[in-house]
């Protein structure tokens, strides 16, 4: 073997390094892109709000356990065997091709940045794993891939979209038919954004508690117990006290703030509740940025901890444990990534689609997070990128099909269906150049 470990070590933190980057290049945008759309936060002061709620979600509550084979795609076991200087070797194999499942994702991304597209790293990574199964000798090809689990994952990436979408357009109508066709617009928003905050603030802290964000817990228990704390129905009935309460102080503080001036329409929209419905819109992309950091830095560090865990331990577990500082490397990777490169994404996403205001981005806010929130707890695999986009087409329908850029859509459409196949390509490819070039 031509590398010592130490030095394919050092390899796999590059590596892991650079897919963190290439994720805080693209995925960050489905958080803060509508809000840079709306004008509701300038592009610096979004990359500067979602580069600290990326790296607090990462750091404090990312997750300290990932998977070590994404989605069960290839069962590890093909990786192990009783005879010691034979398992030795399976396991450096399985290292190297984690390696080149992470390059490959990365580099996806990283093209896909520089066409302003938004794709999912959990699509790119599975593309990965399934390039390295087919051409790895021990693997066997295709009869060692979990096809039934695959097909399950594929059938989110098409119904998730379609949900956000519905969920994005229902919000959106109910506020053009309750607030804007309102005779006093002004006077009815008064009464409509405190349900708005509530209801905000009730996803949140469901999707923090129940099953939700990982290492989050109410009362003491540990982390992969958090729905043990309460039962579900005593959450639901924590979550209803904390949504009352932010009703009536957000009702309160309307009313004592915002004075009903029959105030002209500019457009389509009117400017007092376009500026609350704005401040709804910051709030949920401050969580979706804390809930990307906390869930996606298993995606950027996983791989690697994969790797590390064969190349220095020499042994394979189902599961692999992510230390704190992985989580803050991950995290300032997807930080920098989001400082760099990022605006090419949020621009893409905010404002390429179609016209984003305040009201519009908090329909498509509020549905990507209700749409995340149901599918994790039905145990569905998504994407946040498909659903996000999926709710600002949602969005543009409400208004008509022509509010549309059809032109982007197709563009967009097309990097997820090539995403698999490319990502598949290039980690076979790496491997091949790895695999000969360690002699394996």
Known sequence: MALTTETLLVVAVVIGFYKAWNIGANDVANGMGTVVGAGTLSLRQAICLASV????????????????????????????CGDPEQAEKLVYLFGVGMLAVALSSAIWLNIATLMSHPVSVTQSTIGGIIGFALLCPIVGGTGCIHW??????????????????????????????????????????????????AATLAIIFLSATYKGLPRITLCGGKPEESAA??????????????????????RIIIHLRVKDRGEVAIGDHYQTVERWFGRLQVMTACYMSFSHGANDVASAVGPLAGSMQAFSEHSLHATT???????????AGIVIGLATMGYKVIIAVGKKITEITATRGFSAEFSTASTVLICSKLGLPISTTFVMVGAILGV????????????????????????????????????????WGLGL
Not at 53 to 80: D, H, R, S, W
Not at 229 to 250: K, R
């Open 148 to 197: 039934g689990q695959l097909g399950t994952i594929a059938l989110t990436w098409v119904i998730s979209p379609l949900a956000g979408g519905l969920g994005a357009f229902i919000v959106y109508k109910c506020v053009v038919r309750f607030v804007f066709k309102h005779k006093n617009p002004v006077s009815r928003a008064k009464a409509v954004v405190p349900f708005g905050f």
């Open 396 to 435: 543009g329908f409400a208004r008509s099909f022509g509010a549309i850029d059809m032109k982007v859509v197709r563009r967009i459409f097309s990097s997820w269906i090539i995403t698999i196949p490319v990502s598949a390509g290039l980690s076979a490819l790496i491997f091949a150049i790895m695999h």
């Open 321 to 331: 444990a992510v230390s704190p500082w992985l989580l803050a490397f991950g995290g």
């Open 229 to 250: 704390d309460l039962s579900f129905y005593e959450l639901l009935g924590l979550t209803a006290g904390i949504a009352l309460t932010a009703y009536v102080v957000t």
């Open 53 to 80: 709620f990326e790296f607090l979600g990462a750091f404090l509550v990312g997750a300290n356990v990932t998977a070590t084979i994404k989605g069960g795609i290839v069962p590890l076991e093909t990786f192990q």
